[in-house]
Protein backbone atom coordinates (compact mmCIF):
# COMPACT_ATOMS: atom_id res chain seq x y z
CA UNK A 1 0.00 0.00 0.00
CA UNK A 2 1.29 3.23 -1.06
CA UNK A 3 1.30 6.56 0.83
CA UNK A 4 1.36 9.81 -1.15
CA UNK A 5 2.43 12.83 0.74
CA UNK A 6 1.64 16.53 0.59
CA UNK A 7 3.95 18.09 -2.50
CA UNK A 8 7.09 19.36 -1.25
CA UNK A 9 8.66 22.43 -2.99
CA UNK A 10 11.65 21.97 -4.82
CA UNK A 11 14.16 25.04 -5.84
CA UNK A 12 14.56 25.61 -9.47
CA UNK A 13 16.19 28.33 -11.71
CA UNK A 14 14.52 31.08 -12.43
CA UNK A 15 16.77 33.96 -13.28
CA UNK A 16 20.31 34.67 -13.59
CA UNK A 17 22.52 36.87 -11.82
CA UNK A 18 22.83 39.53 -15.00
CA UNK A 19 19.21 39.41 -15.21
CA UNK A 20 18.56 40.41 -11.52
CA UNK A 21 21.69 42.93 -11.33
CA UNK A 22 20.40 44.71 -14.37
CA UNK A 23 16.61 44.23 -13.21
CA UNK A 24 17.38 45.90 -9.82
CA UNK A 25 19.59 48.79 -11.39
CA UNK A 26 16.83 49.71 -14.04
CA UNK A 27 14.20 49.57 -10.78
CA UNK A 28 16.14 51.80 -8.78
CA UNK A 29 16.99 54.32 -11.91
CA UNK A 30 13.70 54.78 -13.13
CA UNK A 31 12.10 55.25 -10.22
CA UNK A 32 14.81 58.09 -9.73
CA UNK A 33 13.60 59.38 -13.06
CA UNK A 34 10.25 58.95 -12.55
CA UNK A 35 10.45 61.08 -9.40
CA UNK A 36 13.02 63.68 -10.69
CA UNK A 37 10.97 64.47 -13.68
CA UNK A 38 7.75 64.45 -11.83
CA UNK A 39 9.67 67.47 -10.13
CA UNK A 40 10.91 69.06 -14.07
CA UNK A 41 7.83 69.21 -15.01
CA UNK A 42 6.57 71.28 -11.84
CA UNK A 43 8.86 73.53 -13.04
CA UNK A 44 7.31 74.32 -16.09
CA UNK A 45 4.06 71.44 -16.85
CA UNK A 46 3.47 73.11 -20.40
CA UNK A 47 3.56 71.20 -23.37
CA UNK A 48 4.49 71.86 -27.19
CA UNK A 49 5.57 70.92 -30.57
CA UNK A 50 8.68 72.08 -32.70
CA UNK A 51 11.94 73.46 -31.79
CA UNK A 52 10.90 75.93 -29.89
CA UNK A 53 8.45 76.75 -26.82
CA UNK A 54 8.17 79.21 -23.95
CA UNK A 55 5.18 80.45 -21.09
CA UNK A 56 4.90 83.36 -24.20
CA UNK A 57 3.72 80.21 -26.45
CA UNK A 58 0.53 78.93 -26.94
CA UNK A 59 1.02 75.19 -25.62
CA UNK A 60 -0.31 71.90 -27.19
CA UNK A 61 -1.39 71.18 -23.96
CA UNK A 62 -0.52 71.54 -20.26
CA UNK A 63 -0.95 69.30 -16.96
CA UNK A 64 -3.60 71.71 -14.67
CA UNK A 65 -1.26 71.69 -12.09
CA UNK A 66 0.83 74.88 -10.65
CA UNK A 67 3.91 75.53 -11.62
CA UNK A 68 7.04 76.33 -9.54
CA UNK A 69 7.73 79.21 -10.69
CA UNK A 70 6.06 82.60 -10.86
CA UNK A 71 6.89 83.30 -14.81
CA UNK A 72 5.31 80.08 -15.87
CA UNK A 73 1.39 80.60 -16.26
CA UNK A 74 -0.58 78.01 -14.97
CA UNK A 75 -3.79 79.94 -14.00
CA UNK A 76 -3.54 79.41 -10.42
CA UNK A 77 -2.62 82.18 -7.74
CA UNK A 78 0.61 79.99 -6.05
CA UNK A 79 3.78 78.30 -6.99
CA UNK A 80 5.06 75.21 -5.93
CA UNK A 81 8.21 74.87 -3.94
CA UNK A 82 11.32 75.23 -7.06
CA UNK A 83 13.24 71.73 -6.90
CA UNK A 84 14.25 71.76 -10.21
CA UNK A 85 18.10 72.11 -9.62
CA UNK A 86 18.74 68.97 -7.53
CA UNK A 87 16.02 67.30 -9.60
CA UNK A 88 17.75 67.94 -12.98
CA UNK A 89 20.81 67.14 -12.04
CA UNK A 90 19.65 63.46 -10.44
CA UNK A 91 17.43 62.98 -13.40
CA UNK A 92 20.67 63.37 -15.71
CA UNK A 93 22.90 60.78 -13.41
CA UNK A 94 20.37 58.34 -12.94
CA UNK A 95 19.55 58.35 -16.80
CA UNK A 96 23.20 57.65 -17.74
CA UNK A 97 22.92 54.45 -15.01
CA UNK A 98 20.16 53.49 -16.90
CA UNK A 99 21.58 53.42 -20.47
CA UNK A 100 25.09 52.01 -19.08
CA UNK A 101 22.65 49.07 -17.29
CA UNK A 102 20.70 48.68 -20.84
CA UNK A 103 23.69 48.47 -22.84
CA UNK A 104 25.16 45.64 -20.64
CA UNK A 105 22.20 44.08 -20.81
CA UNK A 106 21.54 44.11 -24.09
CA UNK A 107 24.93 43.50 -25.32
CA UNK A 108 25.47 40.32 -22.84
CA UNK A 109 21.88 38.88 -23.39
CA UNK A 110 22.94 38.75 -27.61
CA UNK A 111 26.25 37.16 -26.53
CA UNK A 112 24.41 34.63 -24.19
CA UNK A 113 21.28 34.24 -26.34
CA UNK A 114 18.96 35.13 -23.30
CA UNK A 115 16.57 37.15 -25.75
CA UNK A 116 16.18 33.74 -28.15
CA UNK A 117 16.13 31.60 -25.31
CA UNK A 118 13.64 33.39 -23.04
CA UNK A 119 12.00 36.42 -24.58
CA UNK A 120 11.35 35.73 -28.09
CA UNK A 121 7.93 33.45 -28.05
CA UNK A 122 8.10 30.37 -29.46
CA UNK A 123 7.10 29.59 -33.00
CA UNK A 124 4.17 27.79 -31.69
CA UNK A 125 2.60 30.58 -29.41
CA UNK A 126 3.02 33.04 -32.51
CA UNK A 127 -0.81 33.32 -32.53
CA UNK A 128 -3.58 34.72 -31.48
CA UNK A 129 -4.93 31.80 -29.52
CA UNK A 130 -1.78 31.92 -27.67
CA UNK A 131 -2.67 35.69 -26.54
CA UNK A 132 -6.40 34.91 -25.97
CA UNK A 133 -5.94 31.92 -23.86
CA UNK A 134 -3.49 33.64 -21.12
CA UNK A 135 -5.51 36.80 -21.20
CA UNK A 136 -8.58 34.84 -20.81
CA UNK A 137 -6.73 33.02 -17.71
CA UNK A 138 -6.03 36.71 -16.03
CA UNK A 139 -9.41 38.13 -16.61
CA UNK A 140 -11.35 34.52 -14.91
CA UNK A 141 -8.46 35.39 -12.04
CA UNK A 142 -7.10 31.47 -12.64
CA UNK A 143 -4.07 30.41 -11.35
CA UNK A 144 -1.09 30.36 -13.34
CA UNK A 145 0.44 27.71 -15.51
CA UNK A 146 2.91 25.94 -13.76
CA UNK A 147 5.40 26.57 -16.52
CA UNK A 148 5.38 30.11 -15.88
CA UNK A 149 7.38 29.44 -12.41
CA UNK A 150 10.52 28.62 -14.60
CA UNK A 151 9.71 30.51 -18.02
CA UNK A 152 7.26 33.93 -19.15
CA UNK A 153 4.31 33.28 -20.81
CA UNK A 154 3.79 34.96 -24.53
CA UNK A 155 2.40 37.86 -23.34
CA UNK A 156 4.94 38.63 -20.69
CA UNK A 157 7.55 37.90 -23.57
CA UNK A 158 6.19 40.49 -25.99
CA UNK A 159 5.14 43.23 -23.12
CA UNK A 160 9.29 42.71 -21.87
CA UNK A 161 10.42 43.03 -25.96
CA UNK A 162 8.05 46.04 -26.40
CA UNK A 163 9.93 47.57 -23.69
CA UNK A 164 13.32 46.31 -24.62
CA UNK A 165 13.30 47.25 -28.08
CA UNK A 166 10.70 50.08 -28.01
CA UNK A 167 9.83 52.02 -25.39
CA UNK A 168 13.02 51.71 -23.52
CA UNK A 169 15.37 53.01 -26.90
CA UNK A 170 12.38 55.55 -27.36
CA UNK A 171 12.78 57.42 -24.16
CA UNK A 172 16.44 57.60 -23.75
CA UNK A 173 16.59 59.07 -27.44
CA UNK A 174 13.28 61.65 -26.73
CA UNK A 175 15.72 62.47 -23.44
CA UNK A 176 18.76 62.82 -24.91
CA UNK A 177 17.29 65.00 -27.32
CA UNK A 178 16.28 67.38 -25.01
CA UNK A 179 20.30 67.91 -24.28
CA UNK A 180 21.56 70.93 -25.96
CA UNK A 181 25.05 69.35 -26.12
CA UNK A 182 23.48 65.94 -28.12
CA UNK A 183 21.14 68.54 -30.45
CA UNK A 184 24.49 70.43 -31.36
CA UNK A 185 26.24 67.40 -32.23
CA UNK A 186 23.04 65.02 -33.61
CA UNK A 187 21.03 67.70 -34.95
CA UNK A 188 19.34 65.33 -37.74
CA UNK A 189 18.44 62.93 -34.94
CA UNK A 190 16.57 65.10 -32.87
CA UNK A 191 14.95 66.95 -36.24
CA UNK A 192 13.65 63.02 -37.08
CA UNK A 193 11.29 63.94 -33.76
CA UNK A 194 10.52 67.24 -34.79
CA UNK A 195 12.51 69.29 -32.92
CA UNK A 196 13.41 69.55 -29.00
CA UNK A 197 9.87 70.52 -27.73
CA UNK A 198 8.46 67.77 -29.71
CA UNK A 199 10.75 65.48 -28.05
CA UNK A 200 10.05 66.58 -24.53
CA UNK A 201 6.27 66.06 -25.47
CA UNK A 202 7.29 62.72 -27.27
CA UNK A 203 9.79 61.94 -23.73
CA UNK A 204 6.46 62.73 -21.45
CA UNK A 205 3.89 60.31 -23.22
CA UNK A 206 6.48 57.66 -23.71
CA UNK A 207 7.44 57.82 -19.90
CA UNK A 208 3.36 57.42 -19.30
CA UNK A 209 3.44 53.96 -21.30
CA UNK A 210 6.60 52.87 -19.35
CA UNK A 211 4.45 53.63 -16.05
CA UNK A 212 1.86 52.06 -17.46
CA UNK A 213 3.61 48.56 -17.94
CA UNK A 214 5.47 48.90 -14.04
CA UNK A 215 1.86 49.24 -12.95
CA UNK A 216 0.64 46.27 -14.73
CA UNK A 217 3.86 44.46 -14.59
CA UNK A 218 3.43 44.71 -10.31
CA UNK A 219 -0.11 43.79 -10.97
CA UNK A 220 0.71 40.10 -12.78
CA UNK A 221 3.10 39.86 -9.90
CA UNK A 222 1.01 40.38 -6.76
CA UNK A 223 -1.85 37.61 -9.00
CA UNK A 224 1.08 35.62 -9.97
CA UNK A 225 2.65 35.47 -5.75
CA UNK A 226 4.42 38.51 -5.31
CA UNK A 227 6.65 37.35 -2.34
CA UNK A 228 7.22 34.29 -4.37
CA UNK A 229 8.52 36.32 -7.52
CA UNK A 230 9.99 38.99 -5.67
CA UNK A 231 12.03 36.22 -3.65
CA UNK A 232 12.91 34.68 -7.30
CA UNK A 233 14.49 38.04 -8.61
CA UNK A 234 16.38 38.37 -5.58
CA UNK A 235 17.72 34.99 -5.17
CA UNK A 236 17.26 34.15 -8.57
CA UNK A 237 15.58 30.89 -7.57
CA UNK A 238 11.82 30.11 -7.84
CA UNK A 239 10.22 27.43 -5.60
CA UNK A 240 7.93 24.99 -7.48
CA UNK A 241 5.52 22.12 -5.97
CA UNK A 242 6.57 18.47 -6.89
CA UNK A 243 5.63 15.20 -5.59
CA UNK A 244 7.54 12.87 -3.66
CA UNK A 245 7.11 9.89 -3.88
CA UNK A 246 7.00 6.77 -1.75
Do not use: C
Not at 154 to 169: D, E, M, S, W
Amino acid sequence: MSVTSSPQLQATQRHTALVRITHWLTVVSFLALLITGGEIIISHPRFYWGETGNSGTTPLFKIPIPASRDTVPSGYNYVMPDQNGWSRYLHFEAAWVLVVTALVYGVASLLNRHFARDLFPAPADRNWRSFRNVFARYLRRGPPDPAESHAYNVVQRTAYLLVIFILFPLVIWTGLALSPAFDSAFPATVNLLGGRQSARTLHFFVTDLLVLFLIVHVAMIALAGFWSRTRAMITGRTASPSERRP
